[in-house]
């Protein structure tokens, strides 16, 4: 026999509870927790932890309050949890992402979407809205942007005339011959070099590039 994915829903709103409880009770596969109280004591909550595979709420403190149990590989995140008829707020949906909350359903959600969102959870997978998506999309890649510009600053702490000089060293460039590309004195470029060296702490000129290679893979 199949076995069902047991949902308990959690919210202050009695309508909301009864009503979830309806559109799920009659779901395929799923089953609604035998409790639909307004706040979950901590000790039923403790007895449910090994029965309840999704817990449905439309808070995110509610969730909290309540003393759920935690994700089995990250004790900092919640188990799986789906918040409904949530604003579409970037704000509220980064931090219930930042606690591990694995669904986002909207107000507007239909509830074949929520069924749908409970349903992903219990597979382990997240579901939000796809305008949503593009606020996590864009935020991992600020988040790498901003990495690599503070990377940048502290690459080797070289100047920006000495970063200007590795391609120009790579191509076997003689100090001389970089000068003259550069409208500057030999000496000059030999005393870059020179701290070039130091900085990357390599003894040959032609190891600089690839030390700086080597640093820009890592990031």
């Given at each position: 026999m199949e076995k069902k994915t047991t949902v308990s829903i959690l919210s202050k709103n009695r309508l909301l509870?009864?009503?979830?409880?309806?559109i799920l009770t009659n779901k395929h596969g799923l089953e609604v927790a035998d409790y639909s109280c307004s706040s979950l004591p901590i000790a039923n909550a403790s007895r449910q932890r090994d029965t309840v595979d999704v817990w449905v709420?439309?808070?995110?403190?509610?969730l909290t309050d309540n003393g759920l149990p935690r994700h089995a590989d990250h004790p900092d995140r919640l188990a799986r949890c789906v918040l409904v008829a949530m604003p579409d707020d970037p704000a509220q949906?980064?931090?219930a992402v930042r606690l591990g909350v694995l669904g986002y359903v909207l107000q507007e959600a239909s509830a074949s979407d929520v069924v749908s969102a409970i349903r992903s959870a219990a597979q382990d997978?997240?579901?939000?809205p796809g305008r949503l998506t593009r606020v996590l999309f864009d935020f991992v890649a600020a988040q790498k942007?901003?990495?690599?510009?503070?990377r940048e600053r502290k690459q080797f702490r070289l100047t920006r005339r000495e970063r200007q000089l590795v391609p120009l060293v790579e191509r076997g460039l003689t100090n001389k011959e970089i000068a003259a590309a550069l409208s500057v004195s030999e000496q000059t470029i030999k005393s870059h070099i020179h701290r070039m060296l130091r900085k990357v702490?390599?003894?040959?000129?032609?190891?600089?590039?690839?030390?700086c290679?080597?640093?820009q893979a890592s990031v």
């Open positions: 509870r009864e009503s979830l409880a309806r709420s439309d808070s995110l403190q509610c949906f980064m931090n997978e997240a579901v939000c942007n901003r990495s690599n510009a503070n702490g390599v003894e040959d000129r032609l190891s600089i590039s690839a030390a290679e080597d640093e």
